[in-house]
Antibody
Framework: EVQLVESGGDLVQPGGSLRLSCAASGFTFTNNWMTWVRQAPGKGLEWVANMNQDGSVKDYVDSVKGRFTISRDNTKKSLYLQMNNLRIEDTAVYFC??????????WGRGTLVTVSS | DIVMTQSPDSLAVSLGERATINCKSSQSLLSNSNNKNYLAWYQQRPGQPPKPLISWASTRESGVPDRFSGSGSGTDFTLTISSLQAEDAAIYYCHQYHSGPPTFGGGTKVEIK
């Protein structure tokens, strides 16, 4: 089955860290760009970061630059998002998504990150 | 950054009637190299991830009913649901993937009247 499954979401205090994972199956992982998109409670979609097939190209939304790091392990067909110095405004469902380019035609169900004291 | 503006914020449509959602980008999404518009539409039902409906402004994803259609070019785009069904109640987002960072519209909530 073609799917993406996120994990790692949790309740964390402001200033804390968290690492999200996304496991891919059912497609050729190394063919695709990988992306993280988040959605704050009751809000719209916000693109967070993406990475090309071999990891040589990465980009981030300004609000997470210097705090979040996207990475991938093609041998494990997995995508990661290391999130440091978390802020209350980072609270959201984080979706892993995939596509041949920047357009994402496959999405996971998401994992909830709650930043609160 | 390219700003995506959707209208209306919400609309209520009777079953079987047409629903029209507009999306305007602050810069052209038309590529000179391949003459394609880098614009997509997603549907999101409550508690679900976004579902891709349309890419390249007008290309339906596999399995998407043909009552969904996308049109437009440059900076102005439209998603049309020709005959609204109960399962189409959702929030719809437009999305540009022409220039970094990729951005989304604010969403349009479609309800059944």
């Amino acid at each position: 089955e073609v799917q993406l499954v996120e994990s790692g979401g949790d309740l964390v205090q402001p200033g804390g860290s968290l690492r999200l994972s996304c496991a891919a199956s059912g497609f050729t992982f190394t063919n695709n760009w990988m992306t993280w998109v988040r959605q704050a409670p009751g809000k719209g979609l916000e693109w967070v970061a993406n990475m090309n097939q071999d990891g040589s190209v990465k980009d981030y939304v300004d609000s997470v630059k210097g705090r979040f790091t996207i990475s991938r392990d093609n041998t494990k067909k997995s995508l990661y998002l290391q999130m440091n110095n978390l802020r209350i405004e980072d609270t959201a469902v984080y979706f892993c998504a995939s596509g041949a380019g920047w357009y994402c035609d496959l999405w996971g169900r998401g994992t909830l990150v709650t930043v609160s004291s | 950054d390219i700003v995506m503006t959707q209208s209306p914020d919400s609309l209520a449509v009777s079953l079987g009637e047409r629903a029209t959602i507009n999306c305007k980008s602050s810069q052209s999404l038309l590529s000179n190299s391949n003459n394609k518009n880098y614009l997509a539409w997603y549907q999101q039902r409550p508690g679900q991830p976004p579902k891709p409906l349309i890419s390249w402004a007008s290309t339906r994803e596999s399995g998407v009913p043909d009552r969904f259609s996308g049109s437009g070019s440059g900076t102005d785009f439209t998603l049309t649901i020709s005959s609204l069904q109960a399962e189409d109640a959702a929030i719809y987002y437009c999305h540009q993937y022409h220039s970094g960072p990729p951005t989304f519209g604010g969403g349009t909530k479609v309800e059944i009247k």
